[in-house]
């Protein structure tokens, strides 16, 4: 190395006699999955539910394992988690969606089925991916109940201490 770098001036000087070298950035097209019936098809997960979800276009009927949404998810507010991908797509009440779903408790099983829509309607249109993907809808809740130790009463209470 026959000069020395001391100051930033001289660093400057040097970094602006290297050749530029310019980079082909690369984008992945995304394309519309569906089978020969024209469905969408994805598996959505929350806690220990698992729900597979079809979608196709339709009026917005959405049964879950053969019942209507409103009398498997009878809570309101289980409901309304369901609605929540068309809302931010902004395509309420234009696809059918039928969900198979096992595993978990109602709030599990609602929030798996959630999630199974919002990747069903990307893969369907993807140009709804980025509303989707900004609403946090395409991300698993990876969180799932903690596992009960040795010595413990549940995960992590303690029994009740006594000194005698």
Do not use: C
Not at 14 to 41: K, M, Q, W
Not at 101 to 107: D, F, N, Q, T
């Amino acid at each position: 190395m026959a000069d020395e770098i001391k100051t930033l001036n001289d660093l400057g000087e040097a970094a602006s006699a290297l050749p530029v070298v310019e980079e082909e950035v690369v984008t992945i097209e995304r394309v519309a999955v569906r089978d020969n019936l024209g469905r969408a098809y994805a598996t959505g997960k929350r806690k220990d539910a698992v729900a597979r979800v079809w979608i196709k276009p339709g009026s917005g009927k959405v049964v879950v394992n053969g019942k209507e949404m409103i009398s498997y998810f009878a809570r309101p507010v289980l409901q309304m988690i369901l609605r929540q991908p068309f809302t931010v797509a902004g395509v309420e009440g234009q696809f059918d969606v039928t969900a198979t779903v096992k595993g978990g408790g109602l709030s599990g099983q609602a929030g798996a089925v959630k999630h199974g829509i919002s990747k069903a309607l990307q893969l369907y249109d993807p140009a709804l991916r980025g509303a989707l993907k900004v609403a946090g809808f395409l991300t698993r809740d990876s969180r799932v109940v903690e596992r009960k130790k040795y010595g413990k009463a549940k995960a992590r209470k303690s029994f009740q201490f006594s000194k005698r």
